[in-house]
Each structure stands twice: as C-alpha cells, then as structure tokens.
C-alpha cells in the first residue's frame, strides 16, 4: 500500500513538474491565435542595447534593493546598542554589528560611485 502511494504522489509530482515548465508554450501558442503566426516575446530587461546599459540596469536594481537593506542593517546595530545596557559583550556586538552595516553600506555606495565614474570615463573617450 505505501508503495503505490508513493507512485501516485511521483506520479502527480512529474506531472506537475512538466506541466509547469510546459505552461509558458501554452500561452505563447493561445497568443498567436493556434500557432497560425510568429510568436514573438519581449525581452524583461527592457530595452537594453549593449553590455554597458546591462552593467547599470543591474547595479540600479542591486542599489535600490540594497539601500533599504542597509539602513535596516544600521537600524538593528543602533537597536543592539540600545538593548546592551552596558553589558560589555553587547555593546561589542553592537559595534561590530554597526562596522559591519557601515562597510556594507560604504562598498555598495561604492560601486554606485565607481560605475558612474568609469561611464563619465567611457563617455568622454567617445
């Protein structure tokens, strides 16, 4: 009994599986009317026409996901500084907890600074 318990699940796992890696084809084929025209799809990355606007799309998506994450990272170590209570460990904690949101912070910044510098370069050579 577990045995063919275990095949059914298997079997409803694959199909499942194949079903969704399938799915996109479905709708590709439903949007050209039956497959009776080129189906054509449009890039995600919105219009990038060189290696030079995929560099920045991508460091302007690292950016703004990491800001926010950064400034959570400095709000947890002041958030230890207060709960330390002059606890000796805590407050240890709570410093390297801070150090480490700030270099987080400097390296993302960073590499904003460093990408918008090399594309003024680039830009200059042209």
């Not at 599986?17 to 919105?46: D, R």
């Not at 907890?97 to 910044?109: K, N, P, Q």
């Amino acid at each position: 009994m577990k045995n063919t318990a275990r095949r059914i699940l298997t079997y409803i796992k694959w199909n499942l599986v194949s079903a969704l890696l399938l799915a996109p084809l479905h709708f590709i084929y439903a949007q050209t009317g039956g497959g009776s025209a080129k189906a054509t799809l449009q890039s995600p990355l919105g219009g990038v026409a060189n290696l030079n606007d995929l560099i920045e799309k991508i460091l302007k998506v690292v950016v703004d996901i990491g800001t926010p994450i950064a400034v959570l990272f400095i709000i947890y170590a002041g958030f230890l500084f207060v709960t330390a209570q002059g606890n000796e460990t805590k407050v240890t904690k709570a410093k390297n907890a801070f150090t480490w949101a700030i270099i987080g912070t400097a390296v993302l910044l960073g590499a904003w600074v460093l990408a918008v510098a090399i594309e003024g370069t680039i830009g200059n050579l042209k």
